[in-house]
C-alpha cells in the first residue's frame, strides 16, 4: 500500500492550496481518510478526517471554515482544499488512510511541505 501526497508549495498569506493523496495498492472505501501535519520543534496534529462514505467531516479548530476536507472513492483520493493560509499553518502535511476513527490509522503518506509567507 502506498499513499502518495502532492500539491504542497510556497504561498503568500491568504493564498489558497489544494493537497491530494492518491492510494495504491488497496481501497479505502469503508476507512476513514485524515491529513495530518507536523510543524519545525512540534509534535504532528491532527487537522481534518473524513469518514468512508464522505458523509462526516472533522477539523480541529484552527482551520475550521478555512479548510476542507474531500474525497474520492472512485479515485481512491483524498484532498485538503486550504484557504486563507496563514504563516502558522506552515507544516509538513501528511495523508493517512484506513481508519476506524478520525485519529487512527494504518496507512501514511510520505508528506508534502506547505509554506506560507507572511
Known amino acids: 500500500v502506498q499513499l502518495q501526497a502532492s500539491g504542497g508549495g510556497l504561498v503568500q498569506a491568504g493564498g489558497s492550496l489544494r493537497l491530494s493523496c492518491a492510494a495504491s495498492?488497496?481501497?479505502?472505501?469503508?476507512?476513514?481518510k485524515g491529513w495530518f501535519r507536523q510543524a519545525p520543534g512540534k509534535e504532528r496534529e491532527f487537522v481534518a478526517a473524513?469518514?468512508?462514505?464522505?458523509?462526516?467531516?472533522y477539523y480541529t479548530d484552527s482551520v475550521k471554515g478555512r479548510f476542507t476536507i474531500s474525497r474520492d472513492n472512485a479515485k481512491n483520493t483524498v484532498y485538503l482544499q486550504m484557504n486563507s493560509l496563514k504563516p502558522e499553518d506552515t507544516a509538513v502535511y501528511y495523508c493517512?488512510?484506513?481508519?476506524?476513527?478520525?485519529?487512527?490509522?494504518?496507512?501514511w503518506g510520505q508528506g508534502t511541505q506547505v509554506t506560507v509567507s507572511s
Open positions: 493517512a488512510a484506513g481508519g476506524k476513527n478520525k485519529y487512527e490509522y494504518d496507512y
Open positions: 495498492g488497496r481501497t479505502f472505501s469503508r476507512y476513514y
Open positions: 473524513i469518514s468512508g462514505t464522505g458523509g462526516i467531516t
